[in-house]
């Protein structure tokens, strides 16, 4: 399986906004839900946020909704993150991930390396 590669991550003030990437070169994943996940240091995986394969319904953790919102273009193979409004509480590893159904606690595999998010002043 071709593995996702995320990007977009950055080094940014709070109050900023970052857009993330996540991408399948070479395949497509149009008929998967996708999610978006994050780690910071010393804590564990926290689910961001999914959209599903077909009606583009979506879910959020409670921690990003109204700031954060997942989009993605099945035509590109890409699924995006436009986060704004960043506080330094995002800072983490983001990944992405492809599973069967949009629940945050489904079955989510084939995860990218990462992309950095840094929020500080």
Same mark, same amino acid.
């Given at each position: =399986? +071709? %593995?996702?590669?995320?990007?977009?991550?950055?080094?940014? =003030? %709070?109050?900023?906004?970052?857009?993330? !990437?996540?991408?399948?070169?070479?395949?497509?994943?149009? !008929?998967?839900?996708?999610?978006?996940?994050? *780690?910071?240091?010393?804590?564990? %995986?926290?689910?961001?946020?999914?959209?599903?394969?077909?009606? =583009?319904?979506?879910?959020?953790?409670?921690? +990003?909704?109204?700031?954060?919102?997942?989009?993605?273009?099945?035509?590109?193979?890409?699924?995006?993150? *436009?986060?704004?409004?960043?506080? %330094?509480?995002?800072?983490?590893?983001?990944?992405?991930?492809?599973?069967?159904?949009?629940?945050?606690?489904?079955?989510?595999?084939?995860?990218? *390396?990462?992309? =950095?998010?840094?929020?500080?002043?």
């Amino acid at each position: =399986q +071709v %593995p996702l590669v995320e990007s977009g991550g950055g080094l940014v =003030q %709070p109050g900023d906004s970052l857009r993330l !990437s996540c991408a399948a070169p070479g395949r497509t994943f149009a !008929s998967y839900a996708m999610a978006w996940f994050r *780690q910071a240091p010393g804590k564990e %995986p926290e689910f961001v946020a999914a959209i599903n394969s077909g009606l =583009q319904n979506t879910i959020y953790a409670d921690s +990003v909704k109204d700031r954060f919102t997942i989009s993605r273009d099945n035509a590109k193979n890409t699924i995006y993150l *436009q986060m704004n409004s960043l506080k %330094p509480e995002d800072t983490a590893l983001y990944s992405c991930a492809e599973g069967s159904a949009l629940d945050e606690k489904g079955d989510w595999r084939n995860w990218g *390396q990462g992309t =950095q998010v840094t929020v500080t002043s």
